[in-house]
């Protein structure tokens, strides 16, 4: 970020650490685990009480699992709810249709779906032995039916399948919801040092969801009508640092 007397900072995103003491932020964990080379064995590999949740979801509710581009518009529908009732901006469909075009190999899109109703939508990434659930958006009452424990169990099997070794859980804030999900999936988290080169007087930047300076913007959000939110979306994103 460049101010008008100069730089403000420099932010480093690592997995580890470089040398040296320049100021850091742990503010982030990642979650990242080995896959088994069978997939039958991927319901194992999660915790007692959301592996019950998860075969509830699959002998209960009847849902679906399924791979589908032409979903592009569904999933962007969830998530863009999902951003809303966080009180965050969102990317516009034509961003996620960039990303197909540019990588139609690597970007997949699934959904779980229940009677004619996609309740879970999950955009992910194959980069060579790893698969990264990247974006994601689910209905509210996804969760009353297991449906995102559902998704990501059905994700793992999918990646064993597909001759992947790894799974990508993505960045989460600590101790925040997301952080606690994975957890409770599995997935044990692993710190992400976040390194800044700041400029004479300036500090870490606390551009984050838990920010009080951010408060009334979510509200705002919370409260527009969706067409709205999603013309004003990306002119927002491109406000984030």
Sequence with gaps: MVGSEGYRFCEWR???????????????ASFLRELPQDPEECLALIPRKSRASTRQARDRHGLSF??????????HRLFLLNKRRLGSPAFSLDFFQDLMQT?????????VVRGNCVVVAVLSFIDRDT??????GSVPEADSVGASNYMYWRLMQWAVEQGLERFDFGRSRVDSGPYHFKRHMGFEPRLLPYVF????GERIP???????KFSLAQKVIRNLPVPVLEHLGPLLMSLVP
């Excluded at 606390?206 to 009080?212: A, C, I, L, M, T």
């Design 66 to 75: 399924v791979e589908d581009p032409s979903r592009l518009t569904q999933f």
């Design 14 to 28: 690592c997995r580890t650490p470089p040398p040296g003491d320049l100021p850091r932020s742990e503010r982030y």
């Design 103 to 111: 990588f139609p190999r690597r970007a997949r899109v699934h959904v």
């Design 131 to 136: 698969l990264h659930c990247y974006f994601s």
């Design 197 to 200: 080169i700041l400029g004479v």
């Design 206 to 212: 606390e551009v984050h969801p838990s920010n009080k």
